[in-house]
């Protein structure tokens, strides 16, 4: 068998028994028998051709039930590696993972604009192969590469449809990486891969029903429903950033008026911020900014905060009452178990999050709905680069 092709992998079809010891490994080939309700023939059948694909080993020796120990099975996590990127409107977060999702390498590249289809997808590779280059001799290890992609995308076929902060359409990324890297290529919307990371890897991990809305220089949620991402007919289930709040606000790069995003994301808080010191509001971010207004942005309201400036704690109580009324409507949309809150402006923590649940308590519907588990992602910034990487080991594992 070739070593480090996706492909045989997912040909091996041993989903169960392979799923079985990633969760609960280090786990017996008797208990796996029990638990899955297999045959000891078979499941012993199976793990040897796990064990000779190099996706699973034999661990320590398990406790004794009056027989022999049993050996141990566990993940062989360090045997093949993924490659997940985060392309948002302003950078590209590029990591390389274990099995287990564990984090090898991590790089980040800021993205200038202007730019064209083609000069994106060259970055795209050029932060691969990079990635690569520094793992020569062990490139067959690479068993996949899953991109997160801000905007509309059509998972299936793999291309941005639409990428509203660049500027971009029809991106064929799938095809392109494919053809350059000659690995199994998995394409989604940012939110989406961000949603799938947390349920793998983050706060949502075991939950069957969950909201992930990733707030960052615009918003955007990723729905899992049993298991399972949900994409809607036309792919943009979740879009919930371009979702009207007031019908008079100011225009969104969508085209509309009023969207969420406008008044909650990362420039909205910054050109609030703006605005409040222009017209003499007292504020250290003046002085943050070197009197430079346009050099505020959403990181230095969330820095002015935490010294106690009360502008800056009141844009950011704003930003969650917005956040929250967004979520109320989610909410009596969807009911999720949780909602996870991740992206850059996820980082102001309290400072948005105290509002944000304060809001929802007091215009959810029901009383077991105005507790719906609001939490914080887990996974940081490179939270949808891993969850860019969970879109292959999907495949792999389930």
């Known amino acids: 068998m070739q070593r480090g092709t996706f492909q045989l992998m997912k040909s091996l079809n041993r989903n169960i028994i392979l799923n079985k010891i990633r969760l609960e490994g280090p786990i017996s080939r008797a208990q796996i028998a029990k638990d899955t309700k297999l045959t000891p023939p078979t499941v012993s059948s199976i793990v040897k051709e796990l064990i000779e694909s190099d996706l699973i080993k034999e661990s320590v020796q398990g406790e004794s039930k009056g027989g022999r120990k049993p050996t141990m099975l566990v993940i062989n996590d360090d045997s093949f590696y993924v490659i997940g990127l985060d392309v948002g409107p302003k950078d590209i977060k590029t990591v390389m993972t274990d099995l287990n999702g564990k984090v090898l390498v991590f790089q980040e590249r800021v993205l200038f604009s202007p730019l064209t289809n083609a000069e994106l997808l060259d970055i795209m590779k050029a932060e691969i192969q990079q990635i690569m280059d520094q793992y020569k001799g062990e490139e067959d290890k690479v068993i996949g590469i899953g991109v997160g992609m801000h905007g509309v995308v059509d998972a299936e076929q793999g291309l941005s449809l639409y990428a509203p902060n660049l500027n971009l359409r029809n991106i064929p990324i799938k095809e392109e990486l494919e053809n350059r890297f000659s690995r199994t290529v998995k394409v989604e919307n940012d939110a989406k891969a961000l949603a799938l990371g947390e349920v793998w890897f983050g706060n949502g991990n075991g939950a069957e029903s969950v909201v992930v809305v990733n707030v960052g220089n615009g918003i955007g949620a990723g729905i899992v429903v049993d298991g399972k991402l949900f994409h809607g007919e036309n792919f943009i289930a979740g879009e919930i950033g371009h979702m009207t709040i007031d019908i008079g606000g100011r225009q969104c790069t969508c085209g509309n008026y009023g969207c969420l995003q406008t008044l909650a994301a990362g420039p909205a808080i910054a050109e609030k911020a703006q605005k409040e010191v222009a017209i003499g509001r007292d504020s250290l971010l003046r002085e943050m900014a070197d009197h430079d207004l346009e050099k505020i942005d959403g990181k230095m309201v969330f820095e002015g905060a935490l010294q106690g400036d009360e502008l800056c704690i009141h ?74 990487v969970a879109l292959l080991l999907v495949e792999l594992f389930q």
């Open 315 to 388: 844009v950011l109580k704003s930003t969650g009452i917005y956040l929250g009324i967004g979520l109320t409507n989610l909410i009596h949309l969807m009911n999720p178990k949780t909602i996870i809150i991740g992206g850059g402006v996820s980082n102001a923590g309290h400072f948005v999050m105290d509002s944000l649940k304060e809001t929802v308590q007091k215009k959810v519907l029901t009383e077991a709905a105005k507790h719906t588990d609001i939490r914080l992602s887990m996974l940081g910034n490179k939270a949808t680069a891993i969850g860019a």
